[in-house]
């Protein structure tokens, strides 16, 4: 899977959870940038992309990632 | 006053270690100093010696934990208010407390309405740490909490209050912070939690380790478990909830003590917990914001301390020169194991809401004991005591309801359901009123949807037919309000029974 193919199913899981596509996804987006992406809804978004792409964080990934950029990358290094 | 005192000599003898980490930057105890001089030097030029009541905005910095040292050393309070809180409500509560001045961080201020000083930009001073004399019931802070009305309710602190606060702990053998540790501070400087995770480490000349605004705070908290090796954590019980499925990968033998407060604390998430901290003393913290932060412990032990009721651990004992006493409807004092309202007597007490009288006369009331008369606060909250002096919670008292005729105690329902779940997930039976008026249960569980027969059929061998939840929903992430605990008003609007 390339990333861009990738990106797009992460943005699927987030409009799924966050119930709206009024976001980018870039490498530098934090929660900061994307409306309903909070401490709560956070969890629920790792959950999602663990079952879109049938893999499993580590708390030590998760932990640092602090971007899109971040989560991307530990998905890239899972698969 | 003897703590402001203290503040003083610690920030002066601890001058060469760091006092704050923020965001990856540590500052020292002299740095301190400095900004606090800065600070108290521009609000004795610009305030007026009879404004007591200063705004503070809780931005995530230097200047803003400053601020606070600089107020009481200038024998005023702090009023603070968050920035990521409506400005309609902030202003409210300014307004509510005559506040004219506010002290703001940030890079450009809102409260065009209110003299500001801004805090990160004042010129350098001599560095001043000699507080002024202050009077034990002048105030030290006033907090505001959600009122009933929806006008925010607000408790007044005094210096009286929080010297008897740091008295009771110092009273206590078993938590001695010392200038090597490093502590956790979750917590929004508007949450009364806040005070003991910056005043304990700022009195020990221990560092304090804050969590950047908009970070996703418990992985940050493990972050600065494992990188920062944190020996002193302060939490609520929500926030072991969401690392509860990555447990295993945790071990932290650095952590000497972790107070929990704020919210129920399940025995069994207690228990894997303590696995996690193989090094650790844990303690069971009791107190609302009316009785100044903590008003007693138990010191849980996963082995030989697990005393609970309906799985919460226990409350354990009253602190130094603060007394339990739990009373029925009438303010009587009911006999041992008998459950009934908590009442909070000691001078950790708060002089009473601000400016709420009728709330005054429902929340506190005074009672003759030996010929003296002693003024108690009701906290809302269920308890009995056992034969060992030990104070167990039952629930809150409005979370009691009445199901056809029946006093219904929610935690019991929760207890019940969660005891043979196979799922270990969140669960919180709720009141929900019907088309009729009438109060229906309902469960509330925090998961994907699953098959609950076998919980029903525990429930309905353990609890008369009335208590038996009648609505179940599945909700993924459980709504929170700011401090962390669940919010179980919007909890609610997920049973839309009347549909």
Redesign the interface.
């Known amino acids: 899977m390339n990333k861009e193919e990738i990106v797009s199913k992460v943005k699927e899981a987030f409009v799924k959870v966050l119930e709206h596509d009024n976001f980018e996804l870039k490498d530098e987006t934090?929660?900061?940038d994307v409306d309903g992406w909070?401490?709560?809804?956070?969890?629920?978004l790792i959950?999602e992309v663990e079952k879109t792409f049938n893999i499993k964080f580590?708390?030590?990934d998760?932990?640092?990632?602090n971007n899109v950029g971040d989560l991307i990358k530990t998905i890239e290094s899972e698969l | 006053m003897e703590f402001v005192k203290r503040l003083q000599k610690s920030i002066e003898k601890h001058a060469d270690n760091n006092v704050l980490c923020i965001g990856n930057t540590f500052f020292t105890y002299q740095d301190f100093a400095q900004e606090i001089s800065k600070i108290r030097s521009e609000v004795s030029k610009k305030i007026p010696e009879s404004e007591k009541l200063i705004g503070l905005v809780t931005n995530d910095d230097l200047q803003t934990y400053a601020s606070i040292v600089a107020l009481w050393f200038e024998g005023k309070a702090y009023v603070p208010v968050n920035p990521a809180t409506p400005i309609e409500r902030n202003t409210k509560v300014f307004e509510l407390t005559d506040t004219k001045y506010v002290l703001d961080s940030s890079d450009s201020t809102v409260y065009k309405d209110f003299e500001v000083i801004a805090s990160k930009t004042i010129s350098e001073t001599e560095v001043n740490l000699k507080p002024k004399e202050v009077k034990g019931d002048q105030l030290a802070y006033i907090l505001f909490t959600s009122g009933t009305t929806g006008l925010p309710k607000g408790v007044p602190i005094t210096f009286d209050n929080v010297n008897a606060l740091v008295g009771a702990i110092d009273a206590e053998p078993e938590f001695n912070l010392v200038p090597t540790d490093r502590c956790l501070q979750m917590f929004e400087l508007t949450f009364d939690f806040s005070v003991v995770t910056y005043l304990f480490p700022l009195l020990a000349g221990s560092c304090i380790y804050t969590i950047p605004k908009?970070a996703?705070?418990?992985?940050?908290i493990?972050?600065l478990i494992?990188e920062q090796k944190l020996t002193v954590l302060t939490m609520v019980p929500s926030i072991i909830n969401?690392?509860r499925p990555?447990f295993a990968?945790?071990n932290a033998p650095d952590v000497r003590y972790c107070s929990f407060g704020g919210g129920a604390l399940h025995n069994d998430i207690a228990k894997e917990w303590s696995d996690c901290l193989p090094n650790c003393k844990i303690f069971n913290y009791y107190g609302p914001t009316e009785f100044t932060v903590y008003s007693g412990f138990y010191p849980y032990h996963k082995e030989t301390d697990t005393k609970n009721h309906n799985g919460v651990i226990a409350i354990g004992t009253p602190q130094k020169d603060t007394q339990y006493l739990v009373v029925n409807e009438q303010n009587e004092e009911v006999s041992l194991n008998t459950t009934g309202e908590l009442c909070l007597a000691g001078p950790q007490i708060t002089p009473g809401y601000w400016k709420n009288e009728e709330r005054n006369l429902q929340s506190f009331f005074v009672r003759n004991e030996n010929g003296k008369e002693i003024r108690y606060y009701k906290t809302g909250d269920l308890c009995f005591k056992d034969e060992d002096g030990d104070f167990l919670y039952a629930g809150r008292a409005d979370f009691q309801v009445k199901i056809r005729g029946y006093r219904v105690e929610l935690a019991e329902i929760e207890f019940h359901a969660k005891a043979k779940s196979k799922k270990k997930v969140n669960m919180v039976a709720i009141d929900i009123t019907n088309n009729l008026g009438n109060a229906e249960l309902g469960l509330a569980i925090e998961s994907e949807d699953f098959d609950t027969e076998d919980i029903f059929t525990h429930m309905k061998s353990k609890m008369p037919n009335y208590m038996i939840p009648m609505h179940v929903r599945f909700i993924?992430?459980?709504?929170?309000s700011i401090n962390g605990k669940i919010d179980r008003k919007k909890l609610r609007t997920y049973f839309d029974i009347n549909k």
């Open positions: 934090t929660a900061n909070e401490s709560i809804t956070h969890m629920m959950t580590k708390l030590m998760l932990m640092n990632m | 908009g996703i705070k418990y992985f940050y493990f972050k494992k969401y690392l990555y990968e945790i993924k992430e459980f709504p929170h």
